[in-house]
């Protein structure tokens, strides 16, 4: 299990280094940025007895685009409205990028009585994250937000290169806020004038000996045969491993001869 968690952990950071080397790219001393909305979310918090409220707070992420749609940046921060009576602090942050926690403030944030927005985060280059920032409440009790999303990390690939052209099977993951994500991506390059006919895409697992996947009918309301490049996805929150674990993507298509062909990429431990 353990094994596992960390490998999809690992991809995920890995995801934050290959996002950088494209940035670093795509980026030039001259262009100009400006800052754009990426994410926000805002949580409303309540008391014990679940009624008294407590005040809202929102995590907010910003992207830095260049004058050619080139993304450059991130940065976050949070936005706190504690309810009369309460208080609410701000501790750390961190993005999921395998970098170290930050303090929100420099020293340490005070307990926060009225409306109070922190500045803005050094600018993250490795990748988007998420950005997720952690306090308390003047009552004792923890808060944390994520928001933004990172990039999808292939995990594990099945490729076959047919007369008709290359097809691919990968298997992906990601963190959506505070959600981890999968997904299957079925590829196709054409060759020599040829064709295929995609049926269908799932991901799955089986966790402990029970399966579970999602599916998409790609057939629906009919088949389409694909004479040029083509790719088609589908996702879900990515279940908790357990003992004996096996996370895959397959994709099921007709090549010119009439055969239907399966490819799988799946991780296991």
């Known amino acids: 299990m353990r094994r596992v968690r960390k490998n999809l952990a690992a991809f995920a950071v890995t995801a934050a280094l290959v996002g950088a080397g494209t940035l670093a790219g795509a980026s030039s001393a001259s262009a100009a940025t400006t800052w754009q909305a990426m994410d926000k979310v805002c949580t409303s918090y309540t008391a014990l007895d679940g009624v008294t409220p407590k005040g809202?707070?929102?995590?907010?992420?910003?992207?830095?685009?260049?004058?050619?749609?080139s993304v450059t940046g991130w940065r976050g921060r949070v936005i706190l409205s504690p309810a009369s009576g309460y208080g609410?602090?701000?501790?750390?942050?961190?993005?999921?990028?395998?970098?170290?926690?930050?303090?929100?403030?420099?020293?340490?944030?005070?307990?926060k009585t009225a409306a109070w927005t922190s500045t803005w985060s050094p600018v993250q280059t490795l990748s988007s994250g998420p950005y997720k920032v952690q306090g308390e409440f003047s009552d004792g009790a923890n808060w944390d937000?994520?928001?933004?999303?990172?990039?999808?990390?292939?995990?594990?690939?099945?490729?076959?290169?047919?007369?008709?052209?290359k097809v691919c099977v990968r298997y992906e993951v990601r963190h959506y806020?505070?959600?981890?994500?999968?997904?299957?991506?079925?590829?196709?390059?054409?060759?020599?004038?040829?064709?295929?006919?995609?049926?269908?895409?799932?991901?799955?697992?089986?966790?402990?000996?029970?399966?579970?996947?999602?599916?998409?009918?790609?057939?629906?309301?009919?088949?389409?045969t694909r004479t040029s490049a083509y790719s088609?996805?589908?996702?879900?929150?990515?279940?908790?491993?357990?003992?004996?674990?096996?996370y895959y993507a397959t994709g099921t298509f007709k090549?010119?001869?009439g055969t239907t062909?399966?490819?799988?990429?799946?991780?296991?431990?």
């Open 177 to 224: 806020r505070d959600i981890p994500q999968e997904r299957s991506r079925l590829s196709y390059a054409p060759a020599g004038g040829g064709h295929i006919i995609p049926q269908s895409i799932r991901i799955g697992s089986v966790i402990d000996g029970v399966r579970t996947s999602k599916t998409l009918n790609l057939c629906d309301p009919s088949c389409t």
């Open 56 to 69: 809202q707070i929102c995590a907010q992420v910003q992207k830095r685009v260049t004058d050619t749609g």
């Open 232 to 246: 088609a996805t589908v996702t879900r929150t990515t279940p908790n491993p357990a003992g004996t674990n096996e």
């Open 145 to 165: 937000l994520h928001a933004s999303w990172g990039m999808w990390q292939t995990a594990a690939e099945k490729c076959a290169t047919y007369a008709a052209g």
């Open 255 to 257: 090549r010119p001869n």
């Open 261 to 269: 062909s399966t490819l799988k990429a799946a991780i296991t431990g």
């Open 88 to 111: 609410m602090k701000p501790t750390t942050y961190h993005w999921y990028t395998g970098g170290a926690l930050a303090q929100v403030c420099a020293g340490g944030c005070t307990m």
